[in-house]
């Protein structure tokens, strides 16, 4: 359980002895001079002052200018904490012997109290997703064995202890599931620096600086530096504990330093000092660049926090460092085979009626082995065949590709994806039978790379940069034409259709990769919604913060794209061929003013993804197209 001291340990833990030197010149002991007022577009600092006659809150620019009053309450408000999105402002406000947390817009505006009762809160801190507050609590009177951390909606409710919990309030990972806190030291006094999982559960101690005094530490948004408070300095070290140091020691005799927090890509940390006339800091996370935040602006500074950057949604600073996803116009040219033959590439057409909830998929795959893929319905129809056909790769002549059947001592049995004069032309002899003709309506969007992990190069045990491109040709059309197989012919009459293209130097079936997530809605002829992204590092758990892919808008009157965000709930899981599997029942997507949301079919038909486990299956309706997928662990 926290100490009473702790709920307020984002701060300032000591008083702050100002020297009238500095006041007179911060070049005197080595400070750069503020900036003069100017740039709009300089971050935003939050801080703790009683220049007003009361402890009140306020924001700043970096460069000295804007300076605002965000509070005007009577009593006194401390510790504030940006959510993910910079959006709004958690803070704790002593109105009565009972302080509580409140939250408030970034512009001070509409203030609202989250906690009420007879308990002590302090220190609200934001999860990196943005959905909920944790923050500490010390009922009055206390009773034995309270949890000494809660966690809150930010709208106040679904208040919930969270157990063991932490030592001081934590600092949460870029990806949200590990804590860093301080707390007594294992074997000795004082505090030491921790991290555990996002709970607190499995702690384990990773300073080894000094005899203790070591507090509020602060999780980079790289996630491989923690800053942290240690003798009364500020010290950074590797997340794992490794490489201790002091950063910019000096000049004074005594250093007062606290409440370190870094700026949004990790390139600097402000803190509250008494080495600057306004109590408030810069510096490079290599410790150059000392140089005071607010000089002649304000006064008596503490307890700063740098504003995220602000976004539509909130994000975890893993999300927003993200590098954007080349894309272009799809052409019949990225149709042509892109791949060699070990690594990864298929074609697929998915056909849909929505009148009669009929459907067809047709899925050429050319490597790392040619494989034939075929799955209709059409009311009490069924054609469906699938096939390995090694060797089966045969030269092609322009945009798509062949692949054959070859039986021994008789003539190939080709499958052919064609483009001619405009339309695509499917010609299948083995599993299935069939012939489709498709004409396009709107061509959609060739997205990539995808930088995926490391992939080994067979035969040999090197490894090569994971690299994957999606091209649409075919965002909406229609197709006609027939399949057949086992005595059942399903004909199809210009069904909406799609047809994609995957390429690059991966396999679906090797954990370079994880979550793919795919989505088709045509709520009516020549307008399609599409989805297409996975996250491009592996981990069975899903993170939707490492998602990376695109959302396309195609209609008659033209194509919109852009790179998505996604949100996918009510998840399900399970055990299958050695692999774990987690699979969303609710996706959602939006970018710009793009925006889509779709239900998986109950219940979720496992299997059909290509190269993976997972589930493939039409939307309920008939209308559209829904998958997700993992890579299938190898046998141990």
């Given at each position: 359980?926290?100490?009473?001291?702790?709920?307020?340990?984002?701060?300032?833990?000591?008083?702050?002895?100002?020297?009238?030197?500095?006041?007179?010149?911060?070049?005197?002991?080595?400070?750069?001079?503020?900036?003069?007022?100017?740039?709009?577009?300089?971050?935003?600092?939050?801080?703790?002052?009683d220049q007003s006659g009361d402890y009140e809150l306020w924001t700043v620019r970096l460069d000295g200018s804007g300076l605002h009053r965000l509070t005007r309450a009577k009593g006194m408000d401390d510790t504030p904490a940006w959510s993910p999105d910079g959006r709004r402002i958690a803070f704790i406000r002593y109105r009565t012997y009972w302080?509580?947390?409140?939250?408030?817009?970034?512009?001070?505006?509409?203030?609202?109290?989250?906690?009420?009762?007879?308990?002590?809160?302090?220190?609200?801190?934001?999860?990196?997703?943005?959905?909920?507050?944790?923050?500490?609590?010390?009922?009055?009177?206390?009773?034995?064995?309270?949890?000494?951390?809660?966690?809150?909606?930010?709208?106040?409710?679904?208040k919930h202890p969270i157990r063991p919990g932490y030592g001081s309030p934590p600092s949460f990972s870029p990806n949200g599931r590990r804590a860093t806190f301080s707390a007594g030291c294992?074997?000795?006094?004082?505090?030491?620096?921790?991290?555990?999982?996002?709970?607190?559960?499995?702690?384990?101690?990773?300073?080894?600086?000094?005899?203790?005094?070591?507090?509020?530490?602060?999780?980079?948004?790289?996630?491989?530096?923690?800053?942290?408070?240690?003798?009364?300095?500020?010290?950074?070290?590797?997340?794992?504990?490794?490489?201790?140091?002091?950063?910019?020691?000096?000049?004074?005799?005594?250093?007062?330093?606290?409440?370190?927090?870094?700026?949004?890509?990790?390139?600097?940390?402000?803190?509250?000092?008494?080495?600057?006339?306004?109590?408030?800091?810069?510096?490079?996370?290599?410790?150059?660049?000392?140089?005071?935040?607010?000089?002649?602006?304000?006064?008596?500074?503490?307890?700063?926090?740098?504003?995220?950057?602000?976004?539509?949604?909130?994000?975890?600073?893993?999300?927003?460092?993200?590098?954007?996803?080349?894309?272009?116009?799809?052409?019949?040219?990225?149709?042509?085979?892109?791949?060699?033959?070990?690594?990864?590439?298929?074609?697929?057409?998915?056909?849909?009626?929505?009148?009669?909830?009929?459907?067809?998929?047709?899925?050429?795959?050319?490597?790392?082995?040619?494989?034939?893929?075929?799955?209709?319905?059409?009311?009490?129809?069924?054609?469906?065949?699938?096939?390995?056909?090694?060797?089966?790769?045969?030269?092609?002549?322009?945009?798509?590709?062949?692949?054959?059947?070859?039986?021994?001592?008789?003539?190939?049995?080709?499958?052919?994806?064609?483009?001619?004069?405009?339309?695509?032309?499917?010609?299948?002899?083995?599993?299935?039978?069939?012939?489709?003709?498709?004409?396009?309506?709107?061509?959609?969007?060739?997205?990539?790379?995808?930088?995926?992990?490391?992939?080994?190069?067979?035969?040999?045990?090197?490894?090569?940069?994971?690299?994957?491109?999606?091209?649409?040709?075919?965002?909406?059309?229609?197709?006609?034409?027939?399949?057949?197989?086992?005595?059942?012919?399903?004909?199809?009459?210009?069904?909406?259709?799609?047809?994609?293209?995957?390429?690059?130097?991966?396999?679906?079936?090797?954990?370079?990769?994880?979550?793919?997530?795919?989505?088709?809605?045509?709520?009516?002829?020549?307008?399609?919604?599409?989805?297409?992204?996975?996250?491009?590092?592996?981990?069975?758990?899903?993170?939707?913060?490492?998602?990376?892919?695109?959302?396309?808008?195609?209609?008659?009157?033209?194509?919109?794209?852009?790179?998505?965000?996604?949100?996918?709930?009510?998840?399900?899981?399970?055990?299958?061929?050695?692999?774990?599997?987690?699979?969303?029942?609710?996706?959602?997507?939006?970018?710009?003013?793009?925006?889509?949301?779709?239900?998986?079919?109950?219940?979720?038909?496992?299997?059909?993804?290509?190269?993976?486990?997972?589930?493939?299956?039409?939307?309920?309706?008939?209308?559209?197209?829904?998958?997700?997928?993992?890579?299938?662990?190898?046998?141990?």
């Amino acid at each position: 359980m926290p100490t009473s001291s702790d709920l307020a340990a984002s701060g300032n833990s000591q008083p702050v002895r100002r020297l009238a030197v500095l006041v007179v010149s911060a070049a005197a002991v080595g400070l750069l001079p503020a900036a003069g007022a100017g740039s709009s577009t300089a971050p935003t600092i939050a801080f703790v002052s009683d220049q007003s006659g009361d402890y009140e809150l306020w924001t700043v620019r970096l460069d000295g200018s804007g300076l605002h009053r965000l509070t005007r309450a009577k009593g006194m408000d401390d510790t504030p904490a940006w959510s993910p999105d910079g959006r709004r402002i958690a803070f704790i406000r002593y109105r009565t012997y009972w302080p509580k947390v409140w939250v408030m817009n970034a512009n001070g505006s509409r203030p609202r109290q989250l906690t009420k009762g007879y308990s002590k809160e302090g220190t609200p801190v934001w999860t990196r997703d943005g959905k909920h507050i944790v923050y500490g609590s010390f009922p009055d009177p206390p009773r034995a064995h309270a949890p000494g951390f809660w966690s809150m909606r930010p709208n106040g409710t679904h208040k919930h202890p969270i157990r063991p919990g932490y030592g001081s309030p934590p600092s949460f990972s870029p990806n949200g599931r590990r804590a860093t806190f301080s707390a007594g030291c294992a074997g000795g006094y004082g505090t030491c620096i921790y991290v555990s999982n996002a709970d607190g559960s499995h702690r384990r101690q990773i300073s080894a600086v000094g005899a203790g005094g070591n507090e509020q530490p602060a999780w980079s948004p790289d996630g491989r530096l923690i800053a942290w408070i240690n003798a009364n300095e500020l010290w950074v070290m590797n997340a794992d504990g490794s490489q201790p140091r002091r950063l910019a020691p000096g000049p004074l005799p005594e250093t007062y330093d606290s409440s370190p927090s870094w700026a949004p890509d990790g390139s600097r940390l402000v803190f509250a000092t008494n080495r600057s006339p306004s109590g408030l800091a810069v510096i490079n996370r290599n410790g150059t660049g000392l140089a005071p935040v607010g000089a002649g602006v304000f006064r008596r500074g503490g307890r700063p926090a740098w504003q995220p950057r602000p976004r539509a949604r909130a994000t975890s600073a893993l999300s927003a460092a993200r590098p954007a996803l080349p894309m272009r116009a799809a052409r019949p040219a990225d149709d042509a085979r892109l791949s060699g033959t070990r690594w990864e590439e298929d074609w697929r057409v998915l056909a849909l009626d929505p009148a009669s909830r009929s459907y067809a998929v047709v899925t050429f795959v050319a490597g790392p082995i040619p494989e034939m893929w075929i799955s209709a319905r059409s009311g009490a129809k069924t054609v469906a065949g699938n096939a390995e056909l090694p060797y089966g790769l045969l030269p092609h002549r322009g945009p798509g590709v062949t692949v054959a059947n070859l039986p021994a001592g008789a003539a190939p049995q080709p499958n052919s994806l064609s483009y001619a004069r405009g339309r695509y032309t499917v010609d299948l002899t083995f599993p299935v039978r069939g012939h489709l003709t498709i004409v396009p309506g709107r061509a959609g969007v060739t997205v990539g790379p995808w930088h995926l992990g490391p992939e080994r190069v067979f035969p040999g045990d090197t490894t090569v940069p994971g690299r994957m491109w999606w091209s649409l040709p075919v965002a909406t059309g229609t197709v006609t034409g027939w399949l057949e197989s086992q005595g059942q012919r399903i004909v199809l009459r210009r069904w909406r259709v799609y047809q994609d293209h995957v390429w690059g130097k991966f396999r679906r079936s090797s954990t370079t990769w994880t979550h793919w997530d795919f989505v088709l809605k045509t709520p009516r002829p020549g307008e399609a919604w599409i989805l297409s992204g996975l996250e491009p590092t592996y981990d069975i758990y899903p993170h939707d913060n490492r998602w990376r892919g695109v959302l396309v808008h195609a209609t008659p009157r033209g194509v919109s794209a852009c790179q998505a965000r996604i949100t996918r709930r009510a998840w399900i899981g399970g055990f299958t061929s050695n692999t774990p599997w987690y699979v969303p029942t609710i996706v959602r997507a939006r970018c710009g003013r793009l925006a889509l949301s779709a239900k998986a079919p109950r219940p979720w038909p496992v299997g059909g993804f290509l190269g993976g486990i997972g589930g493939s299956a039409p939307l309920p309706g008939g209308a559209g197209w829904i998958e997700h997928g993992v890579p299938q662990m190898p046998n141990t």
